[in-house]
């Protein structure tokens, strides 16, 4: 079903079989928006609290209460995130279901970023050359050895500076699209929609050389 | 050797060329998807892109699983 183009009113959403009672008192004054407000902030805890656990191996240097302070503080963002976005619900889900969604992208991020904080990320460009030892493929080792040179020549010559920088960074160097996003000022979306635009012209540099195959 | 063969790093590299949507569209759409893919609905005739976008973006793809497997935990608590 097409996603409707006005948010719904509040009595629109009432009928919709994901929503839940306390998601129509967060919008209103009182005890009762009191309530729901708290029970929406359990929700977010219990949500951050699993993503920081699923995700504390990445975290070993911090301690339990570290990593509840985490949880706490992403469970806070998530809070006013739902909140201030309260609008854009349509009801296409459980209400539990599109809030736990913003805990577990404030956790994740906050788990990544701080995986990251003391580690270096490298924006050198020459790193792609480590491609060369990525392996032989498995066809025949000429085709594959032709196939590199192409993907090599396309990171040098068929993208920008840019798109360089963030391919080489987000793919050979594994750095977390959130944290690149933090060091170059930018955002998940943006970067990856610039992702998005290098891999589509190295694809089709790496075609022209006679490797049409890889956009099959 | 065909697109499906590539190995992990140049399939990183290259991306699938499959059409798909974006970080921001995956996120205004992963409860949706998630709770129809839980159905055993054709998520991924309903949410086009969607997937496409997952195999794309380790980020957006860890937040679907995470989304998944807890709801997947309220389901038997």
């Not at chain 1, 079989?17 to 009191?34: F, I, K, S």
């Not at chain 1, 010559?157 to 360089?164: D, H, I, S």
Request: charged content about 30%; overall charge negative.
């Amino acid at each position: 079903m097409p996603a409707p183009d006005t948010n719904p009113d509040v009595s629109a959403l009432a009928a919709a079989p994901g929503v839940e009672e306390w998601y129509l008192d967060l919008q209103t004054e009182g005890a009762r928006g009191e309530a729901a407000a708290a029970h929406l902030h359990g929700l977010l805890l219990r949500a951050a609290r699993f993503e920081v656990f699923r995700r504390r191996g990445s975290l070993s240097e911090l301690s339990a209460v570290e990593l509840d302070e985490l949880a706490q503080d992403a469970a806070a963002d998530a809070a006013v995130s739902v909140l201030r976005r309260l609008g854009d619900f349509r009801g296409e889900s459980s209400f539990r279901t599109w809030a736990y969604k913003f805990a577990l992208l404030e956790a994740a991020v906050k788990v990544r970023r701080r995986a990251w904080r003391d580690r270096e990320v490298t924006l050198e460009p020459e790193h792609w050359e480590t491609l060369a030892h990525a392996g032989p493929g498995p066809d025949d080792d000429t085709e594959y050895g032709e196939l590199l040179e192409a993907v090599r020549d396309g990171i040098r010559t068929a993208l920008t500076p840019r798109q360089r920088q963030v391919l080489v960074a987000a793919v050979l160097e594994g750095v977390p699209i959130d944290v690149l996003a933090e060091r170059l000022d930018s955002n998940r979306n943006a970067l990856y929609k610039l992702l998005h635009d290098a891999r589509r012209r190295l694809r089709a540099h790496v075609a022209d050389a006679g490797f049409p195959e890889v956009n099959e | 050797m065909t697109g499906r063969d590539l190995d992990p790093t140049l399939k990183r590299l290259l991306g699938s060329g499959e059409p798909e949507i974006g970080c921001d569209e995956c996120f205004a759409q992963l409860d949706r998807y998630v709770e129809l893919e839980l159905a055993g609905a054709p998520a991924d005739e309903l949410v086009p892109g969607l997937r496409a976008h997952l195999v794309g973006c380790p980020a957006c793809a860890e937040e679907h699983e995470s989304l998944r497997a807890l709801l997947e935990l309220d389901s038997v608590s």
